[in-house]
């Protein structure tokens, strides 16, 4: 059995240990043997991996939120779980709902899970290939356009944002 096969059998939670175990030894890692080559390709790597986990802490987040699990940790809101309980602050609790709001695969009031409400800003998310800081800012752009706007020319904005975001920075 190979690494990946071994990770694909591991729970939420296992990986979410195995991520911190990970990233903990990146963290004592030597970086000086490397080569300036080696040096650049590991932050890509990493930068796709930290924009990837976007997606997933977003996940987690919508389904805390659609089960009130924060109640269970004595908070009335995920906005106050994340800001008080995670310890986040207000700003970046924020930014992790606009990004969950945007991004993931929220419940209805009838319990069906519904799409992303920003599906191609999710795969992009999704693909390592954008972050957080650019989903904030494609909601920024979208709920500038007026809501009498057809749907398919609002979804093709969106599409089009989340491309070039691939390409660009998030200012």
Excluded: C, W
């Excluded at 590991?42 to 987040?61: K, Q, V, W, Y």
């Excluded at 009335?76 to 994340?82: G, M, Q, V």
């Excluded at 969950?100 to 999704?126: H, W």
């Excluded at 390592?128 to 500038?144: P, Q």
């Amino acid at each position: 059995m190979d690494l990946n096969q071994a990770v694909a059998e591991l729970g939420p939670a296992e990986l979410a240990e195995l991520a911190g175990t990970v990233a903990t030894h990146l963290a004592g890692s030597v970086f000086t043997a490397s080569t300036e080559g080696q040096l650049l390709e590991t932050a890509e790597i990493l930068e796709r991996a930290n924009r990837r986990f976007d997606g997933a802490t977003s996940a987690l987040l919508a389904e805390i939120s659609d089960r009130s699990a924060y109640r269970k940790a004595g908070f009335l809101s995920l906005h106050a779980y994340l800001a008080g309980g995670l310890r986040l602050g207000d700003g970046e609790a924020k930014r992790r709902r606009i990004t969950g709001a945007g991004i993931a695969r929220l419940a209805n009031l009838q319990g069906e899970t519904l799409a992303p409400v920003f599906p191609a800003t999710a795969e992009a998310v999704a693909d390592g290939a954008i972050g957080a800081d650019h989903v904030v800012v494609i909601d920024e752009v979208m709920r500038k356009i007026p809501s009498a706007v057809d749907p398919q020319v609002r979804a093709g904005a969106e599409s089009r944002l989340a491309e070039v975001a691939r390409d660009l920075t998030p200012a």
